[in-house]
């Protein structure tokens, strides 16, 4: 048997593994609970590895008051925490900087899945590991099971508590992963005891959290996901030292199908063995590229493959020269450890004439185990193999020989005598046979060698015209010649089954690549739906119609290609069918296989999510295993992409959500104390008026009302900012532009606020010659008050403000400016959001980003700076063509 090498996408994959594993190792300590000695297992580690001489820093470590976990850390140096302020709160964090800049060979950092504190580089604890992981730093590090994001579900279906705090599975993969595994009623006798939580902690615990089928089944979660990493571990040094041996730690089954009923029987028997063994196990069509299936056949190939699929088994479609040696070659790279087949049931001498796949398979399979189980017979057909009629030329074949046959004769006569020797004769036989070996059937390869040596003898060789020879050496010429010409025939053929192999395997992986990209590019479902729809109608040559479950609850067709669009009553309740029981019916199936067209389902992750009604124009080129599987990968990623637009929506209803909670918490915080103050009061005048303490007639009962008419103001301005808000961010503000003088609506801005600016110079700066800009008036009234207030309202008594106004190229540019305290250089930005405060300014937040939203409206823009010498300017620009006299 020929040396196998590694394919160049083996050294790729492998190359790609070790490069994600650069930079320094990460070792996690995995327990199933709190409690079962993780810390502790660090730190004994740690301490081993100190004695070693190995240069130890101790990042994190909680130890939660346990003495014997405290005792460990002795003559471990310790890392002093960051401490960080958030909300009044005093919090420390792991020092990601002093570690880094310490950087010594290993760093314990306890709790993986930690949430750091706002303010710390990373959102997550596992991001700091990540970066000291990637500047060489070795880190030993702990986890509970529940953490790992992709069990969280199944982590909540089991103890009915959502985990927050979450890991990605990759950090795990990456890892060396350590058990630290303890018998779920020892753990239950180490809380009870106090050795976990305190006691009050520790009761409650027990009855919500720490209950013994919980922690049974987390234990074998821990379990399970370090087999699972020791597996990968054991697989990539297979696949590094020995790819062509098997390792048989783990059992993994493969059996062959095909179109003979023979493999159902095969397939269930695969399925029990793979349930007593525990075992994965894989369906695989193997099928020659010059085996020609009729239509029956490919209809019952595909069917044993979907039997397999619904028995829980993976499937796959494989197109090669050699049956045996593809099997054997899958069954390699996948490790597989027994394959099943069916013993054929051809005559002996068949076999040993023609040979035999079974023979074959067990004679090159090496480690691998195969098991032969007997079919039915009854009523049964067998597989096609090497020698089954099905891979015969047809007899146009034959004929195509013969002609290039009496080619070659007919050159020959107009060659032979004219310096043409018979060896030149020779090779135009030689060359006959190149065209008929190409065309990929060896009966008709094989009769153009012989029938080429019989009419260079019957025709040149002397005496001619006749099949006897005068020279004997001539015999062994013709043995040459069959021999040369069949070896030629044979590497031409092997060679146009690789071509065929070659194409079908790009022609798949192009068209999936293709809808990938497409369905990668759009967002949407009607989006979606016609990209899907476009790539399904080109490559499988079919009418496409695509329905979706409508607001009714019934389906509703949402793309199609074609003439014919629309269902009626009998299809759309073989739709329904369909995506109710998540099965394909119709064309190809067991389930309305006289129907025309096949209606498949899309399947999300949690159960179907539409239907495909693929109506083919040749109904044969739809019936073939490769084409009938490339089809529902095809589906089945159209399906994914749609669950992924629906998680991402749903992530946005659920963002939008938040982000609704988040204005609704600032909007009542921001306004409370703009609400309270002014009511406080208005309540305390109305209740000096009432009880009759101040006299009407008297100048400090006039106090008291000019104090609740200018409280109610504020509270008018207040509500009107809220409902401005409110109007500009839904849209439902129309503006009236009409071209304005920036002169007036300064004007009239500066009389409404006269009482606020009192006792301030106001400066004001506006040329004569300045243009009628288009413009809504009532709006930019609106943001000259805001502006101006929000100059009164955050600057010092008595300092000036300042309006002024010019006109650039293209733009009226427009300036409030003050000298009070200025901005910050990172608040320049943020006072234009919404409840946005800037440093020791009160009020709602809200004037200035009506003052945005007004703006843009106009197509203008807006910005804030400071001033030179104190002070903070505002300034907008409104765009304008031409000045209007």
């Known amino acids: ?212 089928g919980n922690l049974a089944a987390l234990r074998e979660l821990s379990l399970r996901a370090t087999a699972e990493g020791v597996g990968a571990i054991v697989e990539s040094q297979r696949r590094r030292q020995a790819p ?131 079919g039915d017979t009854r009523g049964a057909q067998a597989p096609a193999s090497k020698a089954a009629p099905s891979a015969w030329a047809p007899p146009s074949e034959y004929g195509i020989a013969v002609a290039a046959v009496a080619a070659a004769t007919a050159a020959g006569f107009a060659l032979f005598g004219h310096h043409f020797g018979l060896i030149n004769i020779a090779m135009l036989y030689l060359a006959a046979t190149l065209p008929v070996a190409w065309r990929g059937f060896r009966g008709p390869a094989a009769l153009s060698c012989v029938l080429g040596v019989l009419c260079f003898d019957f025709f040149f060789v002397s005496p001619r015209y006749t099949f006897a020879v005068s020279d004997t050496q001539y015999f062994f010429t013709f043995l040459v010649m069959v021999g040369v010409a069949l070896v030629i025939s044979n590497l031409t053929v092997r060679l146009k089954v690789q071509a065929v192999s070659a194409r079908l395997g790009q022609v798949r992986t192009s068209t999936m690549h293709a809808l990938s990209r497409d369905l990668a590019s759009v967002r949407g479902v009607p989006a979606i739906l016609e990209v899907a729809v476009r790539h399904v109608a080109e490559v499988f040559d079919s009418d496409i119609v695509a329905l979706m479950p409508g607001a009714a609850g019934g389906l509703e067709v949402r793309a ?84 992924v637009d629906r998680l991402q929506e749903n992530a946005r209803g659920a963002q939008m959500e938040a982000e609704k909670e988040r204005l609704r918490s600032s909007l009542l915080s921001s306004v409370s104390h703009d609400l309270r103050t002014p009511l406080a009061a208005i309540i305390g005048s109305c209740a000096s008026l009432l009880r009759g303490a101040v006299p009407l007639e008297s100048e400090k009962a006039r106090e008291l009302l000019e104090t609740i008419q200018s409280e109610g103001e504020r509270l008018a301005r207040l509500v009107h900012n809220i409902i401005q808000t409110t109007r500009l961010e839904t849209g439902a503000v129309q503006l009236r532009k009409e071209p304005g003088s920036i002169e007036e609506l300064a004007g009239s801005a500066l009389e409404r606020l006269e009482g606020m600016l009192s006792g301030r110079k106001v400066a004001v700066d506006l040329p004569a010659d300045l243009p009628l800009v288009p413009m809504d008036g009532v709006l930019m009234e609106q943001v000259l008050l805001n502006l101006l207030e929000n100059a009164a309202r955050h600057t010092p008594e008595g300092t000036p403000v300042e309006v002024r106004s010019r006109a650039a190229k293209g733009e009226l540019v427009v300036e409030v400016a003050d000298r009070g305290p200025g901005l910050a250089s990172d608040e320049l930005e943020k006072v234009f959001e919404k409840f946005y405060h800037a440093k020791s300014s009160k009020g709602a937040g809200l004037g200035l980003a009506i003052c945005r939203a007004i703006i843009q409206a106009h197509g203008g823009r807006i910005w804030a700076g400071n001033r030179e010498g104190g002070g903070a300017v505002f300034s907008f620009a409104l765009p304008w063509e031409q000045p209007h006299a």
């Not at 995995?30 to 990042?59: C, F, H, I, N, Q």
């Open 1 to 212: 048997m020929a040396e196998k090498r590694p394919s160049p996408e083996s050294f790729l994959t492998q190359a790609q593994r070790e490069q994600g594993r650069e930079g320094g190792r990460l070792k996690i300590f995995l327990g199933a609970a709190p409690g079962v000695g993780k810390t502790y297992a660090m730190l004994s580690a740690a301490r081993v590895l100190k004695g070693e001489g190995v240069d130890v820093l101790v990042g994190v470590a909680e130890t939660h008051g346990r003495k014997e976990t405290e005792a460990l850390l002795q003559g471990l140096e310790l890392l002093p925490r960051k401490r960080l302020e958030y909300r009044g709160l005093n919090l420390t964090e792991f020092d990601l900087d002093g570690a880094l800049a310490r950087k010594p060979a290993l760093v314990l950092v306890d709790e993986l899945a930690h949430t750091n504190a706002p303010g710390s580089r990373h959102a997550k604890r596992f991001q700091d590991v990540l970066e000291l992981l990637d500047r060489g730093v070795d880190v030993y590090t702990t986890l509970n099971i529940q953490h790992l994001e992709t069990l969280n579900d199944v982590v909540a279906q089991i103890t009915g508590i959502t985990v927050r705090e979450t890991v990605p599975d990759s950090v795990l993969e990456r890892a060396d992963v350590e058990l630290v595994d303890l018998p779920p009623d020892e753990l239950i006798e180490r809380l009870r005891e106090g050795k976990v939580y305190v006691p009050e902690q520790a009761r409650r615990a027990t009855e919500n959290f720490f209950k013994l």
């Open 244 to 374: 062509e041996a098997i390792w048989p730690t783990a059992e993994r089954l493969l059996v062959c199908v095909g179109p003979s009923p023979n493999s159902a029987k095969l397939i269930r028997a695969t399925r029990r063995l793979a349930a007593r063994l525990k075992a994965e196990w894989i369906a695989v069509f193997v099928e020659s590229a010059r085996q020609k299936l009729s239509q029956p056949q490919r209809a019952r190939a595909v069917d044993n493959l979907r039997l397999a699929q619904r028995l829980g088994g993976e499937t796959l479609t494989l197109t090669t020269r050699n049956v045996v040696e593809g099997t054997l070659d899958l069954a390699r790279q996948r490790n597989v450890t027994k394959i099943i087949v069916g013993k054929s049931n051809r005559p002996r001498w068949r076999e040993r004439l023609f040979g035999g796949i079974v023979d074959d398979l067990i004679r090159e399979s090496g480690d691998i185990d195969v098991y032969v189980i007997r």
């Open 560 to 643: 199609a290609s074609g003439a014919k669009g629309e269902l009626d009553e009998k299809e759309r309740s073989v739709a329904q069918w369909v995506f109710d029981l998540g099965q394909s019916a119709g064309l190809g199936t067991q389930t309305l296989p006289v129907v025309d067209a096949l209606y498949a389902p899309l399947i999300g992750a949690e159960g179907p999510v539409g239907v495909f009604r693929v109506r083919p124009r040749v109904r044969e080129r739809l019936l073939v295993p490769d084409q009938m599987l490339l089809l529902e990968s095809f589906l089945h990623q159209v399906g994914l992409a749609l669950e």
